[in-house]
């Protein structure tokens, strides 16, 4: 089997790749095995996949559940595997770090980070505890035995924040905060993306 940090080491190397990186979504371990004689490069877990296979809607696994899952997708193949973390199950910074030093001990070689609270009436962190959030994962993911790839997720388009200028603030935010890619989901206008893609470190973006 190959070592945790040749599999980290390889999951960084394509991201700087010529082409984008294709990352499937295993919601257990048959269907990483089954993706993984496909010829993917890579894998990463899915939230609302794997609360699926529990009867459970998105957002309802606890961090332990959620971690136990990443390992076993760990072990089910020899490649690389980053785990939609959610909100990495804390509020605040000290815990979010805490999160991610676990997922580094699970055989993780990658995970994401949102900025969605589940707070119905506020669902989006304020910029400063986001960026603060970013950077205290920033700094567990790359203190470990093996240096994870961190993506910091802008939710905002998610929620009904539909202001392409709040976002495209948060992104580059992000990555000034220790993330090494930064993703904005359903950002479907192309201008939009363009505009979001302009604003980040286009090398370090998912």
């Known amino acids: 089997m190959t070592s945790q940090t040749e599999k980290a080491e390889r999951f960084r190397a394509l991201h700087q790749g010529p082409g984008p990186l294709l990352l499937p979504n295993p919601w257990d371990i048959g269907s990483a095995k089954l993706l993984a004689s496909l010829g993917f490069s890579a894998l990463a877990s899915t939230s609302g996949g794997f609360a699926a296979t529990l009867g459970r809607p998105d957002g309802h696994v606890t961090r332990g559940e959620a971690l136990t899952h990443a390992s076993n997708l760990v072990e089910a193949t020899n490649l690389p595997v980053s785990a939609d973390l959610e909100n990495c199950f804390a509020d605040d910074p000290e815990t979010v770090a805490e999160t991610v030093a676990l997922a580094i001990e699970a055989g993780l070689t990658g995970c994401s980070l949102e900025d969605f609270t589940r707070d119905e009436d506020k669902p989006i962190y304020d910029l400063p505890l986001a ?76």
Do not use: K
């Not at 950077?135 to 994870?148: M, S």
């Not at 790839?149 to 998610?158: D, F, G, K, M, S």
């Open 131 to 206: 960026a603060a959030r970013v950077a205290a994962a920033a700094e567990a993911a790359a203190t470990g035995p093996v240096r994870l790839v961190l993506t910091a997720r802008a939710e905002n388009y998610l929620y009904g924040r539909t202001d392409l200028a709040a976002t495209n603030a948060r992104l580059p935010a992000s990555q000034e905060a220790g993330a090494d890619g930064a993703y904005g989901p359903r950002l479907n206008r192309l201008a939009g993306r363009h505009t979001v893609q302009a604003s980040v470190d286009t090398t370090g973006s998912e």
